[in-house]
T-cell receptor, first 111, second 113 residues
Framework: NAGVTQTPKFRILKIGQSMTLQCTQDMNHNYMYWYRQDPGMGLKLIYY???????DKGEVPNGYNVSRSTTEDFPLRLELAAPSQTSVYFC??????????FGPGTRLLVL | DQQVKQNSPSLSVQEGRISILNCDYT??????FLWYKKYPAEGPTFLISISSIKDKNEDGRFTVFLNKSAKHLSLHIVPSQPGDSAVYFCAARGMDSSYKLIFGSGTRLLVRP
């Protein structure tokens, strides 16, 4: 089991560019989550999904979009990147209310 | 409005001694509290949790205490080891079916040899 994998590990974007952060899990988890972590801060929830085809906003959804067409994948889309989106992004998955397992993160720098 | 607070950004302890990490919360509608450990350039990893109906949970060197009346929880690590040096996040889970976690800002623990 690879667990939760995220690509890319690191990316530099110019202001106004767009990109997709990939997240895949091989644990057959129904719940998946996207968090961002800013320096010195805790993780804040961007979007989450309780199953394929079902997504909902978290605490900080503005500037992001998600889709969940399969159980395994939960990509996060950034449209019109802004410097405020410079952060480390973590994807997590869980089986219902069980422990959330996190990926290694994607470090994004918007210049 | 921070619902989960970790007021100590850092903590330094001697190897073999006890490490105590603290966390406060403001919302009574949390049903589970969790501690995650994070090394640099890695994702958080689950350490230990406690249900809101309990006041203590122990797993090896790690014990979490919950004081509901004070809305306070703490993580005790005994004895502390250099490999425990990491950032520790406290998280609280809401009672709705999304199982969303609210994280504190983290405490960086340094265990000195």
């Amino acid at each position: 089991n690879a667990g939760v994998t995220q690509t890319p590990k690191f990316r530099i974007l110019k202001i106004g560019q767009s990109m997709t952060l990939q997240c895949t899990q091989d644990m057959n988890h129904n719940y998946m989550y996207w968090y961002r972590q800013d320096p010195g801060m805790g993780l804040k929830l961007i979007y989450y999904s309780v199953g394929a085809g079902i997504t909902d906003k978290g605490e900080v959804p503005n500037g992001y979009n998600v889709s969940r067409s399969t159980t395994e994948d939960f990509p996060l889309r950034l449209e019109l990147a802004a410097p405020s989106q410079t952060s480390v992004y973590f994807c997590a998955s869980s089986y219902g209310g069980e422990t959330q397992y996190f990926g290694p993160g994607t470090r994004l720098l918007v210049l | 409005d921070q619902q989960v607070k970790q007021n100590s950004p850092s903590l330094s302890v001697q190897e073999g001694r006890i490490s105590i990490l603290n966390c406060d919360y403001t919302n009574s509608m949390f049903d589970y509290f969790l501690w995650y450990k994070k090394y640099p350039a890695e994702g958080p990893t689950f350490l230990i949790s406690i249900s809101s109906i309990k006041d203590k949970n122990e797993d090896g060197r790690f014990t979490v205490f919950l004081n509901k009346s004070a809305k306070h929880l703490s993580l005790h690590i005994v004895p502390s080891q250099p490999g425990d040096s990491a950032v520790y996040f406290c998280a609280a889970r809401g009672m709705d079916s999304s199982y969303k976690l609210i994280f504190g800002s983290g405490t960086r623990l340094l265990v000195r040899p």
